[in-house]
């Protein structure tokens, strides 16, 4: 596989704000009306077909998360924006309602959550597909719970899917190791460094999804 990263960003040159302000459209009743009863709380959408949510929105609700002390009722407010993000309108939005419809996994889920503070981006990644998370969601729960990027910090997780994946140099598999996952992120540092230091890391995350038309 070649590493398409620099490439990338040199076609995309994308800037903190093309990040935050990236939007996803998904169907919030079609979620509420999925949305597992055990977890006894809905995410607060609007009973609408259609509507969209910002990067920025995300890490508002992670945010919440954090400030609440790890409460379980903005757990699953964030779940349900960060998933919504992640899916947007595909039929991945079933796989992950079934996902979640399984007790056993959405409590494993939740208390994998509650453990990441003090975990760098690989253990995260890690402790949240050891509770069979599909890694591009894993990496997105990660991603976002860990706060919003300054500029030129590179320590933290980034989202993961197979094209991101492929841009990088990696296989497009799907499921990558906590190994992979880091390989996968030096190698997000090293264009990144190589291109513009002072950007984020998760722009350069941005431009691969970009460059290889990634929804």
Wanted: charged share 25%; net charge negative; hydrophobic share 40%.
């Amino acid at each position: 596989m070649t590493n398409q990263l620099a490439e990338a960003l040199k076609s995309v040159n994308p800037t903190r704000g093309d990040v935050m302000e990236h939007s996803v459209t998904f169907s919030p009743i079609r979620w509420k009306t999925g949305w597992p009863h055990h977890l006894r709380r809905v995410p607060p959408f609007r009973d609408d077909a259609r509507a969209s949510i910002t990067r920025a929105e995300v890490f508002d609700f992670a945010a919440d998360v954090r400030d609440s002390g790890w409460a379980r009722e903005q757990i699953i407010d964030f779940l349900g924006a960060v998933f919504a993000y992640r899916a947007g309108q595909t039929n991945q939005v079933m796989d992950l309602q079934q996902f979640l419809r399984n007790k056993n996994n959405a409590s494993q889920l939740l208390g994998a959550i509650r453990q990441l503070e003090g975990k760098d981006a690989v253990e995260a990644y890690s402790s949240l597909t050891a509770t069979g998370l599909a890694p591009k969601f894993a990496s997105a729960v990660a991603y976002f719970l860990a706060g919003e990027q300054e500029d030129g910090e590179g320590s933290k997780p980034a989202i993961i899917c197979n094209k991101r994946a492929e841009v990088a140099g990696l296989e497009p598999s799907g499921e990558w190791t906590a190994e992979e996952y880091g390989e996968y992120l030096a190698a997000l540092r090293e264009a990144r460094d190589a291109f513009d230091s002072s950007l984020p890391l998760d722009a350069v995350e941005y431009a691969a999804r970009e460059f290889a038309g990634s929804a």
